[in-house]
Each structure stands twice: as structure tokens, then as C-alpha cells.
């Protein structure tokens, strides 16, 4: 780890799948590192760009934006939504230096409690090798990179 | 403002990892904060009764309850706000179970840590929470039952019988489902054809149930109350003049192996399902018919002698509009040549169970369709509890179906030699244990064991397996005549069709997820949308008719009362801010969001009755003039500054 800071994720997940899949991971007693702290909406498609780069201004190192599989959206098309919203949110972030993986979109069903914990502790994992978002640092590592 | 902020133990299940005192301190010092409690189950009469009291004694405005996920006990504890006078809707979980004592048990600090974040999360979004109210809408007292099995069968005529209007859906020509298909049922032998068909005739007799066989659901959009369907309906080449007689099958020149006796007799293209079908009347199988694939023969048409028979059928699309839909599509056998091992499929005296049923049938009506030999072996849980062919579930019913085929084929010739290697045998249900018993005083060999191989000697035909008696710690070599696969279920074609059809949540294994594994366990995410059967997981016969029976009771707790109450978690539209772009229109689902002219100004107008409550368009608004009830912009941001150990403004 290269920060001795503790990682600050926010993972925003929709209340049909990927909430209930978190809710799954800890039914089933798996561990998963206590570093994310999970905000709940209906859809994941609830969620606009503004309010993740607003989460990034509030301290998150890492943005975990978590929905239904395509097709099995509780909306129909929610996810999709999504998909087309973080893609030109990472192409936002580039543009601005920062690292495009601190958002992360991820599906995960209600079953899924496996991946839930494997996608976080992954995830935190990144996060931490990365330290805390710091935009002149970010660019010189962009830079030197 | 005045808060009311509630921490539970969970009876140790958040207290044994979670400090909860650290949590209660952290909750007094927050602004607005007017009383923190705890205790050890928030969700029993002692728990929700402080709730209760403390809003009326000391007029709290806000309830926060730290507690399991809210889709265990949100609706618990919104009725109770409710109940004390408040907006259920000022009202919000920390879920301090799921996300703190059970994922990080490990680590208690920390834990606990996070668990003062989420109920400060809780807290920041509570403060902004609006006093919304639920409104009540009509609804009516028509119900889609997709598929006709046991399960199907039984709902519908309940439902029937109560005075709603069914409409029931079944993609094969006939209704009965996989029990029809049964000899005996276990543990007292009715004979499953005998118990069945007068449910299965009493359907057309009931003048409340519209049937729909060769039908499958093709599409369904709406929601609670207000659902609509597109019912497929495949043409079956013969009208209702058919009484049955049968003439036409004798001409009819094709033959195929027919799937109701597991292909161990032969139908024509023209055929009856079984004997006792409902409907009762001749269909022919569009991909084998001559005359439907080259217009040559047409012999059916000629003998008919009630001009039955219409080849100018055509597939029907049928439209109905329905309230609540029960979900019944059941399950398909394990598919054993899956399983190579076993050489199903290559080896001709390795057979699934489902054929040892029919045979069973076949040899007491006097029809014998094949030699069962003298020494028969069944062996247990394939494609059941088996991590390689990935099913880990126990398919629940083979352990005791195999005890019933053993000891019927026991009894009726008692110089058989019959045995059964079991993984550990299941005799979980009522009389189970006793049938067991039975089984073993009738001279059937149990075996505790998994079967390692199964080869053929190529000169006699005979299957020779190898098993390791785990009890007696041996290793058995031996041949027999027969080998019966105890094959368990799998999630039917007709339950990942009904899944994606309705966007429903499976579980693990693939079958349909209960809204609740304990208290809910044939309602689902899907408001109005029930299931039960096999298509929420393996079951038998009883607990099948019992779940139909309770979902039926479900469907009409909620159409009863004529009126519902539906969520306010709306969008709404701040039209001073609107500058009519339409944005939020082209994103919405359902249609529900149109612009209008207000004042000279084009604005979003949303129909709260359609939409849904999913968001989107608010994330798509570029001026933040669509907002989502109970998920405004300014609660999203404060839940996200408070996970982040934002201070207060």
C-alpha cells in the first residue's frame, strides 16, 4: 500500500440487483475489506456524472457504481443508460488527469455475493495502490507515465 | 427537527461485532438528534412499540433505524411511522447487518467504524427527507397463471374459486405438467394419474379460468394492477369439432418417439397427449406433418368424419390485460447425458427415472414397453449436489422417489435384486422416514455411496458398477441388468423464459428468488408478480400445492380491496427551473414523462402512475429541474459527504 491513509470508496449501488447482492455477500458471511460504504438508489442509472466527480471533490479515492446484467435491468433500459454515462465519464476524467479506473462500473445480480465481494476487495486493492486523489500529483504521474 | 435515531443487536448477530455503544454516542452528539436508543430485536413488538411511543411522547419528526438491510425490515418499520402519524417517508435504515457485523466480523473496529458512517449517512438524508404520501390506485381482479402444472392447476382453481378472473397459460397442448407423467406418488402411493386428472378437469369446468394451451407468454410490459400480456397461441391444426374418436391417428403415416412416455412408445404426427389430456382433442405436431411440410397426404382431413381438421390454421397473437401474475413454469429433468460418466445415452440399460415411472405404469396397465430385468440399481443424485456439473442444491425429491420405484418394483416381483446407492438419504417430509423404513423391510439394499464407474460388458449388455459402500467400507463390483439414474431438477426452459420475459431475480442454481427466503417466499421483487413450485426451486407435491395455494392467497390479498397503495419515490419536475429540453422524455422507460405548455413555457410534466421510480431522467436533466422523490440531488450529495466523514455544514 503506498498511502498509510485508509482507502475511501463509495459504491453507489441500485436497490434490485447489485444492493441486494452486497446484502447476499454478507448473508453468506464473506469478507470483504471495510474500507467502501455503499449508497443506495432505485437504479443505477440514477446516478449522473456530476455527482460522481462531486463524490471525488467530497475525499472517495474510487467510485463504485454497481447494476443490474444487461438485459435484467428492475427499468428495462436503466443500465444502459449507465454504461453510456460512465463511459464518457472516464473520457471526462482523462481529459481532466484523472485516472479513468477510479470509477469502476460493475453488474452484479442478487445472487451474485461472490463477485460482490471479489469486485470490492479488488477494487480497494486499486484504489490503495493509487493513494487519495490528488490532482497535481495525478497529473505528474500521468505525465511521467 | 427532532430525530429519533434506534440501533439494533440483532439478537448478537450486530452486537457481537459491531460496538454498539461507540454507535449510540456517535448518534447523541449529531445535530437534530433527540433520542438514541437501542435494543436487542428493533423488529419485535418491544422494539417497534418504542418507535411508536417516542414519536407520540416526545413528537420526533425523523426515525433512523441501524439495523439489518432495509429489504428486510424497511417495510416493517415504515408502517409503524406510519402507524404513529409521520410520513413513512421520513424514515431511513443503516443497514449495520449485511454491511458491517457479517462482511467484516474480522475486523470489530472497523466494523464499527463503518456502521457509526452509516448511520450518519442515514442521518444526512433523513434531515432532507420530504413527508411524502403513498397513494392508493384501483385494481381489479384479473390474474395471469403462466403455466399448467400441479402448481399452475392449483392456483388457478383457487383463484377460480374465490371469484377472479384467471387467465391460464400453458406452452403445451395439455395441462398436468410433469406429475402426469408419474406412477405412484410418494409416500402413499395414490396413483398420481388418479389424484390428478380430476383437478386437471375441473379447469375447463370452471367458469371463472380461460385456458390457453400451445400458448406461450410472449410479452408482458405494465406493471401491478395494470399489466398487459401478448399470449403466443400456436395453431394446432384441429378445431373443436375433434370429439377424439381417433380414426385419423390410424391413417396418419409418420411415426416419432413420444415424449410423454419418455420415447419408449411411438406417436403419430396427429396424436392425443396422453389419455387423460385436457383438452381432450387431437393436435397435429407442425414439424413432422407431411402435408404441413410438402401439402402431400392430407389423410386425416379425408377420414375425419367431423371435419375437424384445418390445416389453414394460423399462430394466434392474443392480448389480455391482467392485474397480478403468479408465476408456475415448474422445472425440466437433469439432462444425464451431462453427466458422461453414468453413459447415458450410449448404453442402453442406463436409463433416467422418469422412464422407470412410465415403465412402471406401462408393466401395471399391462403394456409392458421394455424388459426390467431381475437386478436393478438406482443411483442418487445425479445432476444433484454435484459442484462439477455445477448444481450444488439437493433436488429434494429423488432420495424418496427412488425409495417409492425401488420398493413397487420390490414388491411386485420379490426375487428382484434392487438396490440404491445413496450420497446420504433425505427422508425429510411427513411419512418420509416411515416409507423408508418400509422400503428397507420390503428387501431393498440401500448403499451409502457414490457410484465411481459404470461400464458395459460388451458380451452381455449388463451395466457393471464399481461403488465404494462407505459404510461398510468395501468396494463393490457388480452387475446388473438395470441401471436407474435418480435424475434432480433444473430450472425449466419455461422458467428462464417466464425470468427474462418478466425481468425477475434468479437465485443461485437458476430457479426464481423469493422476495423473502422466510416470510415472503412466493412474492417477489416484482410488485403483483408471485410464484411457486418447482420454478422457485426443487420440491414435491405437497409443498408444490401448497405454495400454489399461497400464492393464489397472495395475488388476492393484494386485488381484493379494490385499491392499492403505490410508492410516491417519483420523479417531479421543478418547472421554474425546466427549459422544456426534453432530455428526460427520450430516456423514460415508460413513457411516462411528456413536455407541455404551461404559461408560454414548454415544460417536463411526469405521470406519476407510470413512471416508476427508477431515476434516470433526473440523472439526465442538464439543469436539475428533474429530481427524484426521496432520492433528491441534495440527499444523494449528503449521503455521499457523510460516508466520507464529511462534517456538517
Known sequence: MKSNLEPKIVAFCCNWCSYAGADAAGTSRLQMKPYFRIIRAMCSSRIDPEMILDTFKKGAWGVLVAGCHPGDCHYVTGNYRTQNRILLLKNLLEELGIAPQRVRLEWISANEGGKFQKVVNEFIDEMAELGPLNLSTERKVKEAS | ??????????????????????????????????????????????????????????NLDRIVVAACSPQFHGKTFMDIVEKAGLSPYVFEMANIREQCSWPHFDEPDLATRKARDLVNVSIAKVKLDESLERKTMPIGKRVLVIGAGIAGIQAALDLGDAGFEVHLVEKEPTIGGKMAQLSRTFPTEDCAACILSPKMADVPSNPNITLYTNSQVEKISGFLGNFEVTIHKKPTYVNENCVACGICEEKCPVKVPNEFEQG??????????????????????????????????????????????????????????VDTIIVATGYDIFDATEKKVYGFGTNKNVITSLEMERMIVHEAEGRATREIGKRIAFIQCVGSRDEQIGNEYCSRICCMYATKLSQLLKRGDPKKDVYVFYTDLRAFGKGFEEYYKRAQRTGVKFVRGRVAEVNEDSKTGKVILKVEDTLARQIIESEFDL????????????????????????????????????????????????????????????????????????????????????????????????????????????????????????????????????????????????????????????MVGAALGEEEE
Open chain 2, 264 to 321: 419408449l412408445t411411438k406417436r403419430r404426427a396427429i396424436y392425443v397427449p396422453f389419455e387423460f389430456a385436457v383438452p381432450y382433442r387431437y393436435l397435429i405436431d407442425e414439424d413432422i406433418c407431411i402435408y404441413l411440410k410438402d401439402g402431400k397426404c392430407g389423410n386425416c382431413q379425408k377420414v375425419c368424419p367431423h371435419d375437424a381438421v384445418d390445416f389453414t390454421q394460423k399462430p394466434e397473437k392474443i392480448e389480455i390485460k
Open chain 2, 1 to 58: 427537527m427532532k430525530i429519533g435515531v434506534y440501533v439494533c443487536h440483532c439478537g448478537g448477530n450486530i452486537s457481537e461485532v459491531v460496538d454498539i455503544k461507540k454507535v449510540t454516542s456517535f448518534a447523541e452528539k449529531q445535530g437534530d438528534v433527540a433520542i438514541v436508543r437501542d435494543n436487542a430485536h428493533m423488529c419485535s413488538d418491544v422494539g417497534r412499540n418504542l418507535v411508536l411511543e417516542d414519536i407520540k411522547e416526545h
Open chain 2, 483 to 638: 441401471v436407474v439414474l435418480s435424475v434432480g431438477m433444473t430450472p425449466g426452459a419455461g422458467t428462464k423464459q417466464a425470468a427474462d420475459v418478466l425481468r425477475m431475480t434468479r437465485s443461485p442454481g437458476g430457479f426464481l428468488q423469493e422476495a423473502h427466503p422466510k416470510f415472503k417466499p412466493v412474492d417477489t421483487l416484482n410488485d403483483g408478480v408471485f410464484i411457486c413450485g418447482c420454478a422457485q426451486g426443487p420440491k414435491d407435491i405437497p409443498d408444490t400445492v401448497a405454495q400454489a395455494s399461497a400464492a393464489a392467497a397472495r395475488a388476492i390479498r393484494l386485488m381484493n380491496k379494490g385499491v392499492y397503495a403505490v410508492e410516491p419515490i417519483t420523479a417531479v419536475v421543478d418547472e421554474d427551473l425546466c427549459s422544456g429540453c426534453a432530455t428526460c422524455v427520450s430516456v423514460c422507460p415508460y413513457d411516462a414523462v411528456k413536455t407541455e405548455l404551461k404559461d408560454d413555457k414548454r415544460v417536463a410534466k411526469v405521470n406519476e402512475i407510470l413512471c416508476q421510480g427508477c431515476g434516470s431522467c433526473s440523472a439526465a436533466c442538464p439543469s436539475g429541474a428533474s429530481q427524484q422523490h426521496w432520492f433528491m440531488n441534495n440527499q444523494l450529495r449528503a
